[in-house]
């Protein structure tokens, strides 16, 4: 007879190894997928995890883009993971991110074509509050009336998606666009591109925002009465309001963060990689960070890392999908593969296996 | 701006179709929290539901194999969930999104080949003389089969919940899993058991959805249906009848927005079509401003046996 007995205290050993082990687990079933496709499974892992990076003709290109699609999920992810420690489940970030696209680009675009150097840190700005704005509704229907902040922040989603359907063919629509849907190319304008700090490799103004949002929210977490305050509120709920944390406030914090940061990956990408406001500029980024939220335990430095390697999955499966015509949902398949992998894996971080037979209680 | 092209036979009739595959999710998840499981992977189990209904649908000319299939894999896809929160003790908030992405993500791979195909659809009952009922019976007594089984789905769970010994060990595990557990009944079991129901309700929701209501299968074309069928659960304070009538009450927001935009309404399409999701953060807000929830007390809390 097998049975679980809680751990003490959490191990430190799974709490690294299970998202390692969950990475394993999903190639082996990943592969056997593939090979049930008619894929050969070893050729189709190497191609998502291996050629991108280290195959001689095709890392050139795929390099940058490990930053580019890592940058906004380590953003948007960060801001998910004080919400997801404090019991806060934000898990309408990708409304939050078509938000701070629009506000920040329809701010940059009143201003077209002025060159000044203001206008693109009026629009960070803008898309910061946008993200925020936008996260501040189920904040405050959850504060004042105890409304679930999933479901109100999923639905703010579609609302979301709404909005941007509107406006990229009616408000923000490019005037000279011969009546496409799409706002202005920011590519073609200095002021308001967000383009490579250093060309050819992916570093743009968003994973700058995202390698500092990495470190501020280690700071938070390790040294500052606030990231206390949140990791006490999400453990030990009680706790924390006998020790005067206000629950409210937490709930503001966590979900205003992650809103702005959501925001501001949405306005990073819609003036840079994705370059204007198209009824699909967004690729679902918002819902993939909620893996790599969890698949970097929640801890800043693990989400850098989880960041890069989902990101390694989506120019991987772009690949395997050109090289190997594997249909492309099976990477979003693959993702989902891994978070499910880690929340089965993540038994064993909190309890032991035990065989034999059950001891008296 | 023409409303007098909207017909009120019309559009009851059109609201009891496009309610039936929320009513059906709606009132799996609802059994699936009363034995105090939170299951957020809806919106995954439904659209997986969808994808194999419309698939087995096609490929045997038939629609009714294609909802048993769509129960019967939403049923094992739900069992993933379970076996992950109820023996692994993962956390169900996270799980529930891990199947909802899996779902989408398994959805879309299986769906691939079957786009813009064309299914069988289910034929409309002839009731004899109730249909041919001058206004009601065009309006409620000439639709398929599965708008009436949803309604018989319906008083079953309340009378089964309401009447029956294992209804109530149900509610005993939803509302005290620890004095249930005390008392000799398998919490384990039961939640696993309630879990597959409410997959098998997803995905026979997801299945109506392919085969009838639209008819046809376009990736992600539940569209939050599963996440709607989760706030009707919060709205009906997990009644069974306040489930039928938020799910009737959506299903009117959702044809008469789609009705004012064909009749050329002078408001905004976004807002029209936002306007479901809209109205459902309203519903919401409404019921928790209310203060009266009814949640069961142990919704979403692990179990382990040890505690």
């Known amino acids: ?361 | 701006m023409d409303f007098g092209s909207i017909s009120l036979v019309l559009l009851v009739a059109s609201v009891m179709v496009s309610a039936t595959p929320i009513l059906l999710a709606a009132i799996g998840e609802m059994v699936v929290e009363r034995s105090g499981v939170l299951n957020l992977g809806v919106e995954g189990m439904m659209i997986t539901g969808a994808v194999v209904g419309f698939a087995v649908g096609v490929n045997t000319g038939s629609a009714w194999p294609g909802f048993a299939a769509a129960a019967l894999a939403s049923a094992v896809l739900s069992l993933t969930f379970g076996v992950l929160t109820q023996l692994f003790l993962s956390n169900q908030v996270a799980t529930g999104l891990g199947l909802t992405l899996f779902g989408l993500g398994l959805s879309a791979l299986i769906g691939k080949p079957y786009e813009g195909m064309k299914s069988p659809t289910l034929p409309k009952l002839d009731l004899g003389p109730l249909s041919d009922i001058p206004v009601l019976g065009r309006m409620v007594f000439s639709h398929d089969l599965m708008v009436y089984l949803s309604l018989a789905l319906v008083a079953a769970v309340w009378a089964f919940l309401k009447f029956t010994r294992a209804g109530l060990i149900l509610r005993a595990a939803g509302e005290n899993h620890d004095a249930a557990h005390a008392l000799g009944y398998k919490v384990v079991r039961i939640r696993l058991a309630a879990i597959a129901f409410g997959g098998a309700c997803a995905g026979l929701g997801g299945a109506y959805l392919s085969l009838v209501r639209v008819p046809q299968w376009t990736e992600g074309m539940t569209a939050g249906a599963g996440w709607i069928a989760l706030a009707i659960v919060v709205f009906a304070s997990w009644r069974p009848w306040w489930v039928l009538v938020g799910a009737y009450l959506f299903g009117g927001v959702t044809v008469l927005q789609l009705n004012l935009q064909a009749a050329g309404a002078q408001v905004p399409v976004a807002i029209l079509s936002a306007s479901p999701y809209l109205v459902t953060i309203l519903v919401l807000v409404v019921i928790s401003a209310r203060g009266v929830h009814g949640a069961p007390a142990s919704l979403g809390r692990p179990f382990h046996a040890s505690q």
């Open chain 1, 1 to 361: 007879m097998i049975t679980l007995e809680k751990r003490p205290q959490p191990s430190r050993t799974w709490t690294f190894l299970a998202p390692v082990a969950a990475v394993l687990l999903t190639m082996i079933v990943g592969g056997a997928m593939f090979a049930l496709l008619g894929t050969d499974p070893v050729a189709a892992i190497r191609t998502i995890f291996w050629d991108p990076l280290f195959n001689p003709q095709f890392a050139s290109y795929s390099r940058p883009q490990l930053l580019v699609k890592a940058g906004p999920l380590i953003l948007i992810a960060i801001g998910l993971s004080l919400g997801f420690r404090a019991g806060v489940w934000n898990i309408g970030a990708e409304g939050q991110y078509i938000m701070g696209a629009i506000c920040g680009a329809g701010a940059g675009l009143m201003f077209y074509p002025s060159e000044s150097v203001l206008i693109f840190p009026l629009m960070i700005l803008a898309g910061a509050l946008g993200g925020w704005a936008w996260a501040m509704i189920p904040a405050f229907f959850k504060t004042r009336f105890g409304t679930n902040e999933i479901l109100v922040s999923l639905m703010l989603v579609y609302v979301a998606e709404s909005i941007l359907a509107s406006v990229s063919s009616g408000l923000l629509r490019n005037p000279e666009g011969r009546g496409f849907p799409g706002s202005r190319n920011f590519q073609q304008w200095d002021a308001g591109a967000n383009r490579d700090l250093v060309a050819g490799t992916g570093m743009h103004w968003g994973v700058v925002a995202a390698f500092i949002a990495v470190i501020l929210a280690y700071v938070l977490l390790t040294r500052h009465i606030q990231g206390f305050n949140i990791r006490l509120s999400g453990e030990a709920p009680r706790a924390a309001r006998f020790s005067g944390v206000n629950p409210a406030r937490v709930v503001i914090f966590c979900l205003g963060t992650a809103g702005a940061l959501a925001g501001l990956a949405g306005l990073f990408e819609v003036s840079g990689p994705a370059g204007q406001i198209s009824i699909d500029f967004n690729s679902g980024y918002g819902f993939t960070a909620i893996i790599v939220a969890f698949l970097g335990r929640l801890h800043p430095v693990g989400i850098l890392l989880a960041g890069l390697l989902m990101a390694l999955t989506y120019i991987g499966g772009e690949l395997a999908q050109l090289m190997l015509s594997v249909p492309g949902a099976s990477i979003q398949l693959f993702q989902g593969m891994l978070l499910f992998f880690l929340l089965g894996v993540d038994v064993f971080t909190n309890y032991r296996l035990r065989i034999g037979k059950r001891e008296a209680a």
